[in-house]
């Protein structure tokens, strides 16, 4: 098509002209420009990939201070991207980038120490996660607290974790689901669900598919709470919408049952489908009933042995019992 010609042409030319501008300050010593076109050449983006070219110019950015060109050796180094792989150095280069407040780089120092790569102790990334996260990064603080709840590679302190999750909730999601966990199971806090409903409100609107999840079941009465039926079909909803496997397959029963919706096998079927594909061991098992009574997809004998002997490879103690009364028949 002419005008697709058209617009390819112009996205080259600007292309173009924005690598020539970043090697003119990258040759001026610009340490942001020189990461940025080394990234052009590791990548192909309107050169030819040239690693040498690339780990040179991350070396140029690194020796100004740059944090990202020391992440980008790090990933060389890791990944053996133009160098011989090597874990130490890769572990100096994120560690370099962490303490100039990389967060990215202190997970990956966290990552090769938990992957066995390297063998150092986690208190050199701690201090830089904790660094980033009293400089007001919502990430790490919310990160932070997570290591403080689980005791993950340092003391347990729950109270810790409370007040990091606080001082990230103004901004994020996870933060505030994780306060509605702790206010919901009384962690370091008086058990309040209207506390918890508080804050996975919050998180929902903010597009938090566990949140949603947790508002459905207590409309639901799984909480032991009177049910609220609309409000707990508007919450599974969302949550399914946004990703949320085990929304996905409640949702989907409550088609092929018909509560508090018209029933509707075809839904019910896709619902389940998707869920199973994300791993849901319950979503295995009703998908492969589906498949055996042909409701919502084609009766299909094969398949839905096939999804049975998944969900009962996951555990799923149901369809373990189902495909053994299969095979007694």
Same mark, same amino acid.
């Given at each position: 098509m002419p005008?697709?010609?058209?617009?390819?042409?112009?996205?080259?030319?600007?292309?173009?002209?924005? @690598?020539?501008?970043?090697?003119?300050? /990258?040759?001026?010593?610009?340490?942001?420009?020189? %990461?940025?076109?080394?990234?052009?050449?590791?990548?192909?983006?309107?050169?030819? $990939?040239?690693?040498?070219?690339?780990?040179?110019?991350?070396?140029?950015?690194?020796?100004?201070?740059?944090?990202?060109?020391?992440?980008?050796?790090?990933?060389? &180094?890791?990944?053996?991207?133009?160098?011989? $792989?090597?874990?130490?150095?890769?572990?100096?280069?994120?560690?370099?980038?962490?303490?100039?407040?990389?967060?990215?780089? @202190?997970?990956?120092?966290? &990552? +090769?120490?938990?992957?066995?790569? @390297?063998?150092?102790? $986690?208190?050199?990334?701690?201090?830089?996660? #904790?660094?980033?996260?009293?400089?007001?990064?919502?990430?790490?603080?919310?990160?932070?607290?997570?290591?403080?709840?689980?005791?993950?590679?340092?003391?347990?302190?729950?109270?810790?974790?409370?007040?990091?999750?606080?001082?990230?909730?103004?901004?994020?999601?996870?933060?505030?689901?994780? +306060?509605?966990?702790?206010?919901?199971?009384?962690?370091?806090?008086? #058990?309040?669900?209207?506390?918890?409903?508080?804050?996975?409100?919050?998180?929902?609107? +903010?597009?938090?598919?566990?949140?949603?999840?947790?508002?459905?079941?207590?409309?639901?009465?799984?909480?032991?709470?009177? %049910?609220?039926?609309?409000?707990?079909?508007?919450?599974?909803?969302? /949550?399914? #919408?946004l990703g949320?496997?085990?929304?996905?397959?409640? +949702?989907?029963?409550?088609?092929?049952?018909?509560?508090?919706? #018209?029933?509707?096998?075809?839904?019910?079927?896709?619902?389940?489908?998707?869920?199973?594909?994300?791993?849901?061991?319950?979503?295995?098992?009703?998908?492969?009933?589906?498949?055996?009574?042909?409701?919502? %997809?084609?009766?299909? @004998?094969?398949?839905?042995?096939?999804?049975?002997?998944k969900a009962?490879?996951?555990?799923?103690?149901?369809?373990?019992?189902?495909?053994?009364?299969? $095979?007694?028949?």
């Amino acid at each position: 098509m002419p005008g697709s010609t058209n617009h390819d042409g112009q996205a080259r030319s600007t292309l173009m002209r924005t @690598v020539a501008r970043l090697r003119r300050r /990258a040759n001026e010593g610009d340490a942001k420009a020189q %990461v940025n076109l080394g990234v052009h050449y590791a990548t192909a983006e309107g050169v030819r $990939r040239d690693r040498a070219k690339a780990l040179a110019l991350y070396r140029q950015s690194a020796a100004q201070g740059n944090a990202t060109a020391m992440h980008n050796l790090g990933v060389c &180094h890791r990944d053996g991207l133009g160098v011989r $792989r090597s874990f130490a150095t890769a572990y100096t280069w994120f560690l370099a980038a962490a303490r100039r407040g990389d967060r990215d780089s @202190v997970h990956c120092c966290l &990552h +090769l120490i938990e992957d066995k790569h @390297v063998s150092r102790s $986690r208190s050199a990334a701690f201090a830089c996660l #904790r660094h980033i996260a009293e400089c007001g990064d919502a990430d790490a603080q919310v990160w932070l607290g997570v290591y403080c709840f689980e005791g993950n590679g340092m003391r347990r302190d729950r109270r810790a974790a409370l007040r990091w999750y606080r001082k990230a909730a103004r901004e994020n999601e996870h933060a505030l689901f994780n +306060l509605g966990l702790m206010h919901k199971n009384g962690d370091a806090v008086r #058990r309040s669900w209207p506390k918890a409903l508080q804050f996975f409100r919050r998180a929902a609107a +903010l597009d938090h598919p566990g949140s949603a999840h947790w508002l459905a079941r207590y409309y639901n009465g799984d909480e032991g709470h009177p %049910v609220r039926n609309e409000l707990a079909l508007k919450w599974l909803r969302l /949550a399914a #919408r946004l990703g949320d496997a085990h929304s996905m397959t409640s +949702l989907g029963v409550r088609y092929h049952d018909g509560e508090g919706v #018209r029933r509707d096998f075809l839904r019910a079927a896709q619902l389940c489908r998707r869920a199973a594909d994300l791993g849901d061991s319950r979503a295995m098992h009703l998908l492969g009933l589906c498949y055996r009574d042909g409701e919502g %997809v084609p009766r299909n @004998v094969h398949r839905a042995r096939s999804w049975l002997t998944k969900a009962a490879a996951a555990s799923e103690k149901q369809a373990a019992r189902q495909l053994k009364d299969d $095979r007694a028949r």
